[in-house]
């Protein structure tokens, strides 16, 4: 085989207190299929933003090598005019174009901006066959389910003479016939001398296609394996991306565990535009009172579809599924509902979902609960000002008033607010969607000791996480969770980190049938 | 590096003049919240003082404030609903239709079918009532977008209007009706050479204003939150009276207090409390902040959106009265433009784009200023041409100078 067509020699990438990658390397041979494996928040889509020019030249260390020659991409356009190409998760086509403009958008067959149509469609089709996607090049985008849609991306890519295929967690959002089809098609790509990087979460995958594997943790590249003839064991792959310190400080409890306070019973939920798929399917669990329960999955698991599905229906559709509460079925169809049965669900997305940026951190603060401020549909400012001023005290929200706006406070301080916002709301069931992530060390603990008093507190918590050290540390009980199923529940004293990610990347494979 | 300074005999730490925070330090911070209200209040006083020294005088003269108020009144009435439906949001492109459609039926009531005015009035007002809820529900239940709905209000009450007047204008209405928009206070008491009950009123304004000062920094002082420092207090007072002691002064050396002010005033301060104080108002800022943060945090919004739309059907209902009142018929051609003036103000007057932002007092500021810019360049001759393309440059100069403020203060 030739040499590496790709060289990635020491790349540090460091965004406003967190280092995202340190002196990562990574080596792809000339036509081969490499995957990249790592944890939620390990480095892989920063790598690959890197590579595509995403980040450009300048915004990062390191040296990029591709074919040999030094490359110093300024945006996505320069990595493509070079044969790199990256398929992102969430596919980038227009939907009410065709598929011949999808293919050549901004690639156009043109001259002096006139398009012809004869070489487009010719040349669509013609792509169209070498991606085994039996569709004429008219159809409309929106008329494509996913897995077509993701073999006309590949198709764009082709157009643009791709010599170096990135395909961003290809299969996540496919049925198993599909799947099956997108990764023939790789191999079939690598015959015709066109390299692949494939991110993915599926190790039966990457043990099909891939040649090698690099593990990334943490923003380091721990090892890169040569997959040969014989295969490679998952639990090897496992062992890699796991084993993550336990360096924070978690804080030491006596849990005090009481009744089953909270239920949720074979809970069903399709996606809101494609009813065809299950992102949720038959999830039960149970927290008791006293008790932090985690939930833990990979990208894609269904966790926060769950948690805001049982939140006020606030994803997807429901299909099927009740929720109890100390043992009587109570109705949650909208927020309101379940915020008045003492539900209350932290979000992982502060920013689009959590907070009110331009407003105060006090009026915040006092948003799902402004009744307790307000006498006579009368809201006291002043009374809100007091409660905002003593969580400020009591959280430590590093701010100088009450009445600063919380889109100029830092990651860990919103959070902190809309911390607050939850526990002024005083619910009797806290669900934390990612609590810590995007936030400092220091920030993280206060939290960590936060989640631990509500807890001591008697209320029942769930926290979502994608860091494995992070559930071991604070939760009592851990639910796993991998393609919307959960596939496991494990007491803290028998979890380790090799057995919950076995359990995350358990695949159903036998279960797809359409319901 | 070696630093020179002046360092005092006693102790660095020694406190500044004064207790508390420096008085540059808390006018600063009371003016960052506020860039774009104190900045309008401040553009709206130059603007006058232009006028008044380019008009001889003549703007500030106590008929001319008359007329200016009876001129803009029905554009401050929309300029209040359309700051509520903007800060959720929304938008709003019908009301000019709907205030001409409500004027004509008013104007049908009365005069065809011969009904008293003041069921008439109501009449209207719950046609208003029932036009804002019927493109609140397409709005806010059905998810369509506001610019499209109001976009078809704006042709189907046109079109109402034209229909119901069959083209021509229906005149002349009662007495009672017509003072709506031309009436004043009631002469009483004494001659003077003052409109007695103005100054009565005037007092009682100005009592319960430093009342409400007085109270509000007291229970700020007792929840043990920063208040301004008393000179700089004492100083507001003094602005205050003497604001209003001038202004009625300048209202009662004429006819007294319009009626229309009286609306004005009692719906500036309904719905200033209304959007400050309660809960509904809240909600309308966080729904226009952020809609999917509210709606998780429990907000009920589409009742919230609905309600804003029926509220400004009232208020264009309430507009098209004052309007037809003050030119004594219903007419085909009333309300054009109106919705335009309307969102203008509450532009210029500190609402956002995107939603959240803006308050009721903004949006009366914001007409003002489109008030006195008509009726000044009115006053020294400047055609409607030229005013029309000065009153843009103004709206977007206003937006324009708040887009870049917040993008200095990097938000």
């Given at each position: 085989m030739a040499g590496p067509v790709l060289e990635m020699r020491s790349i540090s990438k460091e965004f406003p207190g967190v280092?995202?990658?340190?002196?990562v390397n990574l080596t792809v041979a000339a036509g081969e299929v490499h995957a990249i494996c790592g944890e939620n928040g390990a480095g892989k889509s920063t790598l690959m933003k890197v590579l595509s020019g995403?980040?450009?030249?300048?915004?990062y260390e390191g040296k990029i090598l591709f074919e040999g020659e030094p490359c110093r991409f300024r945006d996505i356009r320069a990595s493509e005019q070079r044969g790199i190409v990256i398929i992102h998760q969430e596919l980038a086509l227009v939907?009410?174009?065709s598929i011949a403009e999808n293919v050549f958008l901004?690639?156009?067959?043109?001259s002096r901006g006139i398009i012809s149509w004869h070489r487009t469609l010719t040349h669509a089709a013609e792509l169209l066959r070498q991606v085994g996607l039996d569709e004429?090049?008219?159809?409309?985008?929106?008329?494509?389910g996913v897995g077509k849609q993701q073999l006309v991306e590949i198709a764009k890519a082709l157009a643009k003479k791709v010599k170096l295929l990135i395909l961003d967690e290809?299969?996540?959002?496919?049925n198993d016939e599909d799947s099956r089809k997108l990764l023939d098609l790789i191999l079939e790509l690598k015959a015709q001398g066109i390299s692949c990087i494939i991110i993915s979460h599926k190790l039966n995958e990457i043990a099909r296609v891939a040649d090698s594997v690099t593990i990334l943790r943490d923003g380091q590249t721990i090892e890169t394996i040569a997959i040969g003839s014989e295969g490679i064991s998952e639990d090897r792959i496992i062992r890699g991306m796991v084993?993550?310190?336990?360096?924070h400080r978690y804080p030491e409890r006596t849990p005090e565990i009481g009744e089953v306070a909270f239920e949720v019973e074979d809970w069903t939920v399709r996606h809101?535009?494609?009813?065809?798929?299950?992102?949720?399917?038959?999830a039960s669990l149970s927290v008791r009172r006293g008790e932090i329960v985690g939930i833990a999955g990979l990208m894609g698991a269904g966790r926060t579809e769950l948690a805001m599905s049982v939140?006020?229906?606030?994803?997807?559709?429901?299909?099927a599924g009740r929720v109890r509460l100390h043992g009587r079925e109570i109705r949650t169809r909208t927020v309101p509902e379940a915020i008045g049965h003492g539900i209350a669900y932290v979000t992982e997305d502060r920013k689009q979902l959590g907070l009110?940026?331009?407003?105060d951190i006090s009026r915040n603060i006092s948003l799902s609960a402004l009744g307790k401020v307000a006498r006579n549909g009368r809201v006291n400012r002043h009374e809100e000002a007091k409660v905002a001023e003593s969580f400020r005290h009591t959280m430590n929200?590093?701010?100088?008033?009450?009445?600063?706006?919380?889109?100029?406070?830092s990651g860990g301080n919103q959070q902190k607010v809309v911390l607050s916002k939850w526990i002024f709301a005083e619910p009797e069931v806290l669900i934390l969607d990612e609590?810590?992530?995007?936030?400092d060390i220091g920030a993280k603990a206060e939290i960590y000791t936060v989640i631990a008093e509500l807890a001591a507190q008697g209320k029942a918590v769930l926290v979502i996480s994608s860091e494995l050290p992070e559930l071991l540390g604070l939760c009592d009980r851990i639910y796993t969770m991998a393609e919307g199923r959960i596939t496991g529940e494990v007491a803290r004293a028998d979890a380790t980190q090799e057995s919950l990610m076995r359990l995350m990347t358990m695949?159903?494979?036998?279960s797809n049938e359409q319901v | 590096m070696a630093q020179t300074e002046i360092i005092p005999?006693?102790?660095?730490k020694a406190p500044q003049?004064?207790?508390?925070?420096s008085l540059g330090g808390v006018l600063a911070r009371a003016l960052r919240g506020n860039v774009r209200q104190y900045g309008m209040l401040v553009a709206l006083a130059l603007i006058v003082l232009l006028f008044q020294i380019w008009t001889d005088g003549i703007l500030l003269q106590p008929l001319n404030i008359t007329n200016l108020i009876q001129q803009n009144g029905y554009i401050l009435i929309l300029a209040i609903g359309m700051m509520i439906v903007i800060i959720a949001g929304h938008i709003d492109l019908s009301v000019g239709s709907l205030a001409a459609f409500v004027g004509a039926a008013a104007a049908v009531m009365m005069?065809?079918?011969?009904?008293?005015w003041p069921v008439a009035v109501l009449g209207a007002l719950v046609i208003g009532a029932l036009a804002g809820a019927w493109q609140g529900f397409w709005i806010a239940?059905?998810?369509?977008p506001s610019f499209i709905v109001t976009l078809a209000g704006m042709l189907l009450f046109r079109g109402g209007t034209q229909i119901l007047l069959q083209g021509q204008s229906v005149a002349p209405f009662p007495k009672g009706f017509q003072s709506?928009?031309?009436?004043?206070?009631p002469e009483v008491g004494p001659h003077t050479n003052y409109h007695n009950l103005t100054v009565l009123l005037g007092l009682a304004v100005l009592a319960v204003a430093i009342l409400q000062e007085v109270r509000g920094r007291r229970q700020t002082a007792a929840y043990g939150l920063e208040v301004l420092p008393l000179g700089l207090f004492l100083t507001k007072l003094a602005v205050i009276t003497a604001a209003v002691v001038a202004f009625t002064m300048l209202l009662a050396s004429y006819h007294g207090v319009p009626i229309v002010l009286l609306i004005l005033g009692a719906l500036l301060v309904g719905f200033g409390y209304l959007m400050r104080n309660s809960i509904i108002g809240r909600h309308t800022y966080a729904i226009g902040g952020n809609e999917a943060a509210a709606k998780l945090s429990g907000v009920k919004s589409k009742r919230v959106v609905f309600l804003a739309f029926t509220n400004m059907g009232v208020l264009a209902a309430l507009a098209g009265l004052v309007f037809a009142a003050r030119l004594n018929a219903g007419t085909?051609?009333?309300?054009?433009?109106f919705e335009l003036e309307a969102i203008a103000a509450a532009f210029i007057g500190g609402a956002s784009a995107s939603g959240g932002v803006g308050t009721v007092m903004g949006a009366i500021i914001g007409g003002l200023v489109l008030g006195v810019l008509n009726n000044g360049m009115s006053l020294v001759g400047v055609g409607t041409d030229y005013q029309q393309v000065i009153k843009g440059l103004v709206l977007l100069a206003a937006v324009g100078f708040d887009v870049y403020n917040k993008r200095r203060a990097g938000s």
């Open positions: 280092k995202a990658l340190s002196e995403v980040y450009p030249h300048g915004s939907p009410y174009l901004g690639n156009e067959h043109a004429s090049p008219h159809t409309r985008i929106a008329d494509l290809p299969t996540a959002a496919l084993g993550r310190d336990l360096e809101p535009i494609d009813q065809q798929r299950t992102v949720v399917d038959g939140f006020g229906r606030s994803y997807g559709r429901w299909a009110n940026l331009i407003d929200i590093k701010a100088p008033t009450v009445f600063t706006r919380t889109g100029t406070l609590p810590t992530r995007g936030i695949s159903a494979a036998s | 005999d006693s102790s660095p003049a004064g207790p508390g925070p005069v065809k079918h011969h009904l008293p239940y059905l998810g369509i709506i928009s031309s009436g004043f206070l085909p051609q009333a309300g054009i433009n």
